[in-house]
């Protein structure tokens, strides 16, 4: 006698498709859950269900800043009157580019602008950061702390590296404009001098 068609017999081998199948949609899903909770891929309209995720783990100040970001662009990074301070966590992989714009006769920061990318308290950290800065002399801004920062948006202990940055490359901005000033012979200091002397 023939046998059969074995492969109907064989319960395991439907088991293992059917176990494969389903360790392949446990898979898609935790990867979707993933980036929802690390704040990857949310800027998406507001009407979509991953940014109904971000009420759930933010403050409503860090979900405002993600979703309405103040001050996004970019600055020409050769403008004598342009300062430009890139950091990076290397442990999370955010990258923040902020950028000020300073009034050479009055010291003052007269703009700022950011590109992030990052999770939703990095992007809300650099645009909390440039509205904070805008409008105040460069030593005023030196003073902003990470901690001030972290409180406003009410950052939890695992994403105070976000505020961090922030502080980080408002120094960085600051450090990078006063180099420009240095190399074609203007300090801060020298700066009042010769506009009175100018008079």
């Known amino acids: 006698l023939r046998p059969h068609n074995l ?3 064989n319960p395991n081998r439907n088991r293992n ?3 494969n199948r389903n360790s392949g949609r ?5 990867r979707l859950g993933s980036k929802r909770l690390l704040g990857l891929g949310f800027r998406e309209t507001q009407s979509s269900p991953a940014t109904q995720v971000l009420p759930r ?3 409503e100040r860090v979900v405002d800043h993600y979703n309405h970001p103040r001050n996004v662009g970019s600055f020409d990074k050769n403008d004598p009157t342009v300062g430009t301070g890139l950091v990076g966590a290397p442990a999370c992989g955010d990258v923040m580019k902020l950028q000020i714009k300073v009034d050479e006769t009055t010291g003052k920061i007269t ?3 950011f590109k992030t990318f990052g999770c939703g308290s990095a992007i809300a950290s650099s645009s909390v950061a440039t509205e904070w800065v805008k409008g105040k002399q460069m030593e005023e801004v030196l003073t902003i702390k990470n901690t001030e920062i972290a409180k406003h948006l009410s950052l939890p202990p695992v994403k105070l590296h976000c505020s961090m940055l922030a502080e980080d490359a ?11 000033r240095a190399k074609v012979g203007v300090t801060p ?11």
């Open 170 to 180: 408002i120094k960085a901005a600051v450090k990078d404009y006063e180099a420009k």
């Open 189 to 199: 200091e020298a700066a009042p001098v010769e506009k009175a002397a100018d008079a």
């Open 7 to 9: 492969k109907n017999r």
């Open 26 to 30: 446990s898979a898609k899903m935790l």
């Open 111 to 113: 703009d700022a602008c």
């Open 17 to 19: 498709r059917n176990r």
């Open 57 to 59: 783990f933010y403050h």
